[in-house]
């Protein structure tokens, strides 16, 4: 018997069309000039295959005058620690003026600007555009939004100090929705807790399914877009595929195994999962559609799972472009002892788990039985001989 309670399976497809606005904020200078900018959120599997080699795109900070900036005067960019210009960098401006490169070098963390043509005035902002980094390697470590690697500006000479943005963050990549199903164990005669309740019982059921896509916006607050190095949305290999734990109580289970169908008649090849009593991990789940992971009994008795399955994992397995993830679980699921199907037994105990002892092998036994000898020779000498 199964029954699924799933809300979050259209709610993802939803979300591979939605365009998303980048999140920004300001912070104040030390004589009212502000910042502000859009964090650049990476993909932290691909900005390490990549080396740290990004696209940034245009506008990631912004600086508002609070004051007159003349013509002639300087304006630096610096970038985090580690990071330098791939790119020759370049301003714009909400004014007339133009910037003149005073001092950058490609493989340089910092650029130095001229203010040229008219003066920039209170108000008026001074952008970056795109541009390329490299050495960002940083970033393929996960590091979230609150957490981001800070860019600064500064007008030389009426800054007292740097104003810095939070601009660069990287994210796993990847999203995972889980959804438990509802199943019983028919603890009833000839099944004895050995089947899944059915019509007739069965071996074999289905406990969950999942959905894996491509992180399009950062889980923080959901509003910050997750980019490919190249600076365009996050995408991942339609090619790729996953390895899902899933802790739990899997005693009398000899199979695991993902399906395409929740009737477990489709198996995935190759998803044969590894079992042990406390979890099952199932490879080869492809990514960008709906599976379902399916248990196939031993014909001993089964554990079950009043609690579901709460804290499912996900993992790369054939992929380089995504890190592993905890699964956003809508619904745990339930697994659990039922006389009549109409709900949970609470008072049925299994038997004891019986773990087998391992058998010792031939040499084992002639080393115990050498053993046992000469501590038997050693103790026949302590005893002291008796008339």
Do not use: H
Request: net charge negative; glycine share 10%; with cysteine.
């Amino acid at each position: 018997m199964i029954e699924f309670k799933v809300t979050g399976f259209k709610r993802f497809v939803f979300a591979l069309a939605t365009v998303f606005i980048w999140a920004g904020a300001s912070w104040a200078g030390p004589i009212g000039s502000t910042i502000s900018g859009n964090v650049a959120d990476y993909n932290a599997a691909e900005a390490r295959a990549d080396n740290g080699v990004l696209v940034v795109p245009a506008s990631i900070a912004t600086y508002t005058a609070g004051f007159t900036l003349p013509i002639g005067s300087n304006f630096t960019v610096t970038l985090p620690a580690g990071f330098t210009f791939g790119s020759i960098p370049s301003l714009t401006t909400s004014g007339t003026s133009t910037f003149t490169l005073a001092n950058v070098a490609l493989g340089a963390q910092s650029a130095m600007f001229t203010v040229a043509t008219s003066n920039v005035t209170p108000g008026q902002t001074i952008s970056l555009a795109s541009f390329s980094v490299l050495g960002a390697t940083a970033l393929g470590t996960v590091t979230p939004v609150a957490n981001a690697l800070p860019i600064t500006m500064q007008a030389i000479g009426a800054d007292a100090s740097p104003l810095s943005f939070p601009a660069f963050a990287s994210a796993p990549g990847a999203t995972a929705i889980f959804v438990g199903a509802i199943q019983f164990i028919d603890e009833t005669a000839p099944s004895d807790a050995t089947e899944f309740l059915a019509k007739p019982d069965t071996l074999t059921a289905v406990i969950s399914a999942t959905a894996i896509q491509a992180q399009t916006v950062d889980a923080t607050d959901n509003s910050v877009p997750i980019l490919s190095p190249n600076g365009l949305l996050n995408t991942l290999s339609g090619a790729d595929t996953a390895t899902v734990t899933i802790p739990g109580n899997f005693r009398g289970i000899a199979r695991a195994f993902a399906s395409t169908t929740s009737d477990c008649m489709s198996p995935i090849a190759g998803s044969n999962g590894s079992i042990s009593l406390g979890s099952v991990a199932i490879p080869k789940v492809p990514i960008n559609s709906e599976e379902f992971f399916c248990l196939t009994g031993s014909g001993a008795i089964l554990g079950s799972d009043p609690s579901g399955f709460p804290n499912p994992t996900v993992s790369p397995g054939s992929s380089t472009d995504f890190q592993a993830v905890p699964e956003t679980v809508e619904f745990p699921g339930e697994i659990c002892y039922t006389k009549t199907g109409g709900g949970c037994d609470a008072n049925f105990v299994p038997p004891p788990l019986v773990l087998p002892t391992p058998a010792l092998s031939v040499w084992a036994m002639i080393g115990l039985a050498g053993m046992l000898l000469l501590f038997g020779a050693w103790k026949l000498k302590a005893i002291p001989a008796t008339s």
